[in-house]
């Protein structure tokens, strides 16, 4: 479990994020951050050129983000204790927390890239590890019944592995529920071909995924749900030459910008893109 990439990571999305430490290591804490702060923050990374697409990732993250952290937190309302496995520096938990009403009882943010290990802040607990083996830790003693797995799946080599572990919580629960969040492999994005390619190659197999939780005793009900954006194309096209996912490391200064050019070609006819940011919502529950 890494940071989630989105449009940042995503377009808060496409954990195909990857932040970077030294960032993190500084700025985990969000209180007094200027908004442009935060967003750095939480889309820092070892590639992603900041400075470049700052005000473009707050455009893109007021456009969407709080209709999904409202979605989230409709989804796990009926939790009494929430983890977000892989939720890096805790942006997106707080902003889910503050649509639940009531708020859960308690909130752990739980990632191995974190600056420190076993610190409140906010409410939340802030805790070290990989997702797995803080699954593999719980038990009756510190019940926890409510997961949040935003696009991060991409990141589990052993997603067996995790499920067993679900349906173990659940039934020594008696109950629970999980929600992922990921990416379809055809966003429909305006991007370059070798691009929607390399995306493709890095998304959650979902058939796979899901046979691993229905054998693992697990129920899967997925939605798709469409976010509408709108950029110039000049906004996009600087958000692409700011590597704002991770797999545009992949590629050098040239061949982006050749990207680029072929993104502009054929769109010429616009000066306005219209388009959506796109997410399953799977629902993961005990049969």
Known sequence: ASYQHCIINNMLS?????????????????????????????????????????????????QYIHKMADLCANHLQSCSSIADLGGGTGYFTRLMLQQMQPPPKRCACV????????????????????????????????????FLLKEMLHHIPDQSRLFQNLTRIFQQNGGGRALIVTRPDNPHLPWFPRIA??????????????????????NWTQTLHDFPLEFTIDEWSDLLRGRFWSIFKEFSDEELEEGIEYMRKQNADKNVLHFPERYWLIDITLK
């Open 14 to 62: 496409y954990r195909l994020l990857r932040y970077s430490s030294s960032i993190n290591a500084s700025r985990r804490a969000m209180g007094g951050f200027h908004e442009k702060q935060i967003l750095s923050t939480y889309y820092g990374s070892d590639y992603l050129d900041a400075e470049k697409i700052d005000d473009n990732i707050c455009q893109l993250q007021k």
């Open 111 to 146: 990632d191995p890239y974190l600056a420190k290990d076993d610190e409140m802040e906010g409410g939340i607990h802030f805790l070290k590890i990989d997702a797995v083996e803080y699954l593999e830790k719980l038990d009756t003693n510190n019940k926890v019944d409510g």
């Open 197 to 218: 390619q390399v995306f493709k190659d890095s998304c959650v197999d979902i058939d796979s995924a899901k046979q691993s939780a229905e054998q693992a005793g697990l």
